[in-house]
């Protein structure tokens, strides 16, 4: 059995290029969203080796925790997202819109001689 140091992480590199383009999200978002460097993601299995890196790439790409990890080990499976992506950006929720003020309705009473 493979672990998180060695396996096939040219595939798991693909992966994640693949799935970061299917939600049109950049490298810099990614590193953002993960914590991890832009480096660190760009160069996956080159700079780092460690599982709960892949854990966290994995969650913010939406797939199962364990998705990398059986990538890694070269035990791919289908079926794997655990929610689909949010939109890219969020349409602000509609609001009805303000009423108009009723203008002239209330009558006060001047001030001084009238």
Request: hydrophobic letters at 30%; charged letters at 30%; aromatic letters at 4%.
């Given at each position: 059995?493979?672990?998180?140091?060695?396996?096939?992480?040219?595939?798991?590199?693909?992966?994640?290029?693949?799935?970061r383009?299917?939600?049109?999200?950049?490298?810099?978002?990614?590193?953002?969203?993960t914590?991890?460097?832009?480096?660190?993601?760009?160069?996956?299995?080159?700079?780092?080796?460690?599982?709960?890196?892949?854990?966290?790439?994995?969650?913010?790409?939406?797939?199962?925790?364990?998705?990398?990890?059986?990538?890694?080990?070269?035990?791919?499976?289908?079926?794997?997202?655990?929610?689909?992506?949010?939109?890219?950006?969020?349409?602000?929720?509609?609001?009805?819109?303000?009423?108009?003020?009723?203008?002239?309705?209330?009558?006060?009473?001047?001030?001084?001689?009238?």
């Open positions: 059995m493979t672990g998180p140091e060695t396996g096939n992480w040219q595939a798991v590199g693909e992966a994640v290029r693949a799935r383009r299917e939600l049109k999200m950049s490298t810099a978002e990614l590193a953002r969203l914590g991890l460097s832009e480096t660190t993601i760009r160069y996956l299995g080159a700079t780092t080796r460690s599982k709960a890196s892949l854990v966290a790439i994995s969650a913010v790409l939406r797939w199962r925790y364990d998705h990398l990890t059986n990538i890694l080990r070269g035990q791919p499976e289908k079926n794997v997202h655990v929610r689909p992506p949010p939109p890219r950006h969020a349409p602000s929720p509609r609001r009805e819109p303000p009423r108009p003020r009723r203008r002239g309705t209330r009558r006060h009473p001047r001030s001084g001689p009238g």
